[in-house]
């Protein structure tokens, strides 16, 4: 007898929501896997377990973890402010009003720290405006485009290298004091160039070193090797024109079959839903993988804790939708449609998902490559689904 939450995932392909969907569901070495549809509307390669997907932002979590590994091992502070590794950083000032002129500024009243770059209130990132409207034409969001520091895009390839990128990052006012309002994205784009000056390394090369190496994670990185590539679904979004899905002109397939000239700390990698559960699992266990500690449960406790006020949660509309933020990562903080609070986790804007209830010791990774899964409804609908008990 098939489950709830195949029918429903067959249901929604059969309407045509999605061309397909991967939908990984574990309890301790419970693990079960659903595949429903192709990688392509018309198309007949089938959704398997082991297709790749573009992760967007679920990159942010695995970010957050490996710089509590390097803080674990003093090659950084999280109080430290970021300009000891990027002092293009350094002379801040900060936009009177975000709608204010780019030169119509106030004196930084403290340092930007790494911390700050985790709980994304270093004071920069998407501007909502008085009217829930992301990214206005603001003077600050016109410079950061002509800049193409690509802020706001899921998919976050440039031709920039990290030093440049940081550079004209740089050249910018911030737009609030730091530790003042939760603002989106840019705190891990930042994190990752740090991360690698830390490190001494480039960002993919860390992250394959420090985790994905020892978690097994073969299927993860910033690019992938061509034949692993072969079944990676199209993506689509809904056009604005006609209200039906698109196919998106983003990057062709071949771009993701060397490194980046900039590995994005908050939107870069590709993974699969077994690949993606070993990270998760790594939290969920409190830092250990098969025995061996890789971060302390101090680190992972913090990093799935919300630190943000009742006033910043709410400042974080659409985006944090009243959820509580920890490191690179929401943290529900009041029970919701899905479940109690302490569920923690994040999407992808390309259409992917991935949450951790602890209470429940339930994982679940949504995996699509259609960005409607965060608005159409299929979300809480396959989330509910995930906790249904089968035999």
Do not use: C
């Not at 790749?52 to 674990?72: D, G, N």
């Amino acid at each position: 007898m098939s489950s709830q939450l195949e029918q429903a995932m067959a249901a929604r392909v059969q309407r045509g929501d999605f061309p397909g969907l991967v939908a990984l569901v574990a309890r301790g070495d419970d693990v079960r896997v659903e595949t429903a549809g192709v990688t392509e509307f018309g198309g007949d390669v089938a959704m398997r377990r082991d297709t790749p997907f573009r992760i967007t932002s679920m990159t942010k979590p695995v970010l957050a973890a490996v710089t509590l590994m390097l803080a674990e091992d003093d090659v950084l502070d999280l109080e430290e402010p970021v300009t000891r590794f990027l002092p293009e950083l350094a002379g801040r000032r900060v936009l009177a009003r975000p709608d204010a002129a780019l030169d119509d500024t106030v004196p930084l009243e403290r340092p930007v720290t790494i911390e700050d770059l985790l709980t994304f209130t270093l004071g920069f990132g998407l501007v909502v405006d008085a009217e829930g409207e992301v990214n206005p034409p603001y003077p600050i969001v016109r410079a950061w485009q002509d800049l193409d520091l690509r802020l706001a895009e899921p998919e976050p390839r440039t031709r920039l290298g990290p030093d440049e990128w940081i550079r004209r990052f740089g050249t910018l006012p911030l737009i609030h004091q730091p530790g003042e309002k939760w603002m989106y994205n840019a705190g891990t784009t930042v994190l990752g160039v740090l991360l690698a000056r830390a490190s001494g390394t480039t960002l993919g090369d860390l992250l394959h070193e420090r985790l994905f190496a020892p978690l097994g994670m073969r299927d993860t990185g910033f690019w992938l090797p061509a034949e692993r590539l072969a079944g990676l679904p199209a993506h689509y979004q809904t056009d604005p024109g006609t209200g039906r899905l698109s196919r998106s002109e983003i990057e062709p397939l071949e771009a993701w079959t060397e490194p980046p000239a900039f590995p994005n700390g908050s939107a870069g990698l590709l993974s699969t839903a077994d690949d993606y559960l070993a990270f998760a699992r790594l939290l969920l266990d409190g830092g250990v993988h098969g025995g061996t500690r890789l971060l302390s449960e101090k680190s992972v406790a913090a990093m799935t804790t919300n630190h943000l006020t009742d006033e910043q949660i709410a400042g974080g509309g659409v985006f944090l939708d009243g959820a509580g933020w920890g490191y690179g990562l929401a943290v529900t903080v009041t029970g919701d449609e899905v479940s109690g609070p302490g569920r923690y986790g994040w999407a992808g804007g390309f259409g992917t998902d991935w949450f951790t209830d602890p209470r429940e010791g339930l994982i679940f990774i949504l995996l699509s490559q259609v960005s409607d899964l965060l608005w159409n409804g299929a979300l809480p609908e396959l989330s509910k689904l995930a906790y249904e008990k089968t035999p």
